[in-house]
C-alpha cells in the first residue's frame, strides 16, 4: 500500500519561500505510471492544484502559480519537493501531496496534509 | 482558465437519492473525477472518468456526465456519506488540473 507523507515547516514569513517535501514508502517514485502532485487547500475552500512531475522530471504548474513555484523530485531518496517562493497570506492553506496513476488519470492516493501558515 | 461551479450545499435524508452537479462549458467533452473529504482528513477519490468507482467504493456512488454537467449521485444516502464533494478536470488548454470549489453534503 503506496503512503504518502508531507514535511517541512508549519510557520513561513511573508515574502520568503516556502518548502516542503513529500515521502513515498510502498512503491518506487521512479515508476513509469505515475505523476506525483502538490495541491493546496485555504481554509474553508476548496482544493487547488499546484502542479505536477513525472519521474524523468517533467512538469506542469498552474498557470495562476507558475512563476512563483518549483517542484523537483529526488529518485535516490524516494521523495519529490515543493518551492514556493515571495509568500503570502494568502498562501497559508492546508498542503497536500499525491500520486496519480497514469491509467487512472486522478489523484488515487494522498498525503494526510500539512498546515503551512504565513506570518511574521 | 477553466471554471468549474457546484452549489455550495445539498441536503438529503437517510436512504434517499443525492445528486451533486459539477457544471462547466462544455465539460462533457472531459473526463470528471469526483473526491470526498470529511473535515480533517484528505480527500478520497471516489470517482473517475466519470463513472469509473475506485476499488473499495460502494455501488451506492455512481456518476454521469453530458453537456455542460456532470453529476455524481449517492442512492440510498447514510450519515457517513457527510461530507465535502469536488470535481475535478484536466484543462488541456493550460495543461493543468481545475478543481470546483465543493458542495458540502449534509445528512438530515
Not at chain 1, 30 to 54: D, H, N, T, V
Not at chain 1, 82 to 96: G, H, I, P, R
Not at chain 2, 5 to 30: D, F, W
Request: hydrophobic content about 30%; charged content about 15%; overall charge neutral.
Amino acid at each position: 500500500q503506496v503512503q504518502l507523507q508531507e514535511s517541512g515547516p508549519g510557520l513561513v514569513k511573508p515574502s520568503q519561500t516556502l518548502s516542503l517535501t513529500c515521502t513515498v514508502s510502498g512503491g518506487s517514485i521512479s515508476s513509469g505510471s505515475y505523476f506525483w502532485s502538490w495541491i493546496r487547500q485555504p481554509a474553508g475552500k476548496g482544493p487547488e492544484w499546484i502542479g505536477r512531475i513525472f519521474a524523468s522530471g517533467d512538469t506542469n504548474y498552474n498557470p495562476s502559480l507558475k512563476s512563483q513555484v518549483t517542484i523537483s523530485v529526488d529518485t535516490s531518496k524516494n521523495q519529490f519537493s515543493l518551492k514556493m517562493t515571495s509568500v503570502t497570506a494568502a498562501d497559508t492553506a492546508v498542503y497536500y501531496c499525491a500520486r496519480e496513476a497514469v491509467v487512472v488519470a486522478a489523484l488515487d492516493y494522498w498525503g494526510q496534509g500539512t498546515l503551512v501558515a504565513v506570518s511574521s | 482558465s477553466y471554471v468549474l461551479t457546484q452549489p455550495p450545499s445539498v441536503s438529503v435524508a437517510p436512504g434517499e437519492t443525492a445528486r451533486i452537479p459539477c457544471s462547466g462549458n462544455n465539460v462533457g467533452g472531459k473526463s470528471v473525477h469526483w473526491y470526498q473529504q470529511k473535515p480533517g482528513q484528505a480527500p478520497v477519490l471516489v470517482m473517475h472518468y466519470d463513472s469509473d468507482r475506485p476499488s473499495g467504493i460502494p455501488e451506492r456512488f455512481s456518476g454521469s456526465n453530458s453537456g455542460n454537467t456532470a453529476t455524481l449521485t449517492i442512492s440510498r444516502v447514510e450519515a457517513g456519506d457527510e461530507a465535502d464533494y469536488s470535481c475535478q478536470v484536466w484543462d488541456t488548454l493550460s495543461e493543468h488540473y481545475v478543481f470546483g470549489p465543493g458542495t458540502k453534503v449534509t445528512v438530515l
